[in-house]
């Protein structure tokens, strides 16, 4: 019952480095999203796929961008990162339109950007 | 875009308690959803709520949904320790977005 898995679990970056936060879901799903959690801010939506080959910008889009190659798997890509990068970072899956099935979520990734 | 407004923001209670969380939404709720987080690790589904007056319970957690559909409330009854962690609500955005947006999160600890 391996559901939505997200790796890795924890980073420290350098201010400019590069990495990529992968997330995989082995339940069929064909919507998955990107979110960040911040203290005080509560989730927000970075980015979001319909369907394998599909992505589309969330709430907080910039300075990261997606990739949906594969069904099962979201990835999440950081080019240049910035200290205001530094947070918990969720993925989630779900079967179809949010508005009536339930999202499943990773443990989180939680990353620090010095 | 829509907004939802958690409250209170934290609450302290003894256990055996009973509290209630609100959740007010900016829009009408096409969906509601109640999630429950402890700390480092991520959410989980509690339930769902589509219909104007509807009520869900699982186990000591009861859900409403109010008949205009702007207003959810979440309520514990004779809390416990197991029952402490942030509860966020999450409500579809509309108009044919697929997106999910969420409050706040109202963060619960309870006294032993």
Known sequence: NAGVTQTPK?????TGQSMTLLCAQDMNHEYMYWYRQDPGMGLRLIHY??????????EVPDGYNVSRLKKQNFLLGLESAAPSQTSVYFCASSPGW?????????QGTRLTVV | ?????????SLI???GKNLTINCTSSKTLYGL???KQKYGEG???????????EEKSHEKITAKLDEKKQQSSLHITASQPSHA?????GADSGAGSYQLTFGKGTKLSVIP
């Open chain 1, 98 to 106: 949010p508005g009536n099935t339930e999202a499943f979520f990773g």
């Open chain 2, 33 to 35: 959803y109640w999630y």
């Open chain 2, 1 to 9: 875009s829509q907004e939802l407004e958690q409250s209170p923001q």
């Open chain 1, 10 to 14: 924890f980073r420290v970056l350098k």
């Open chain 2, 85 to 89: 962690g942030i509860y966020l609500c």
């Open chain 1, 49 to 58: 796929s319909v369907g394998e080959g599909t992505t589309a910008k969330g």
């Open chain 2, 43 to 53: 959410l989980i589904f509690l339930m769902m709520l589509q219909k104007g007056g």
């Open chain 2, 13 to 15: 209670v003894q256990e």
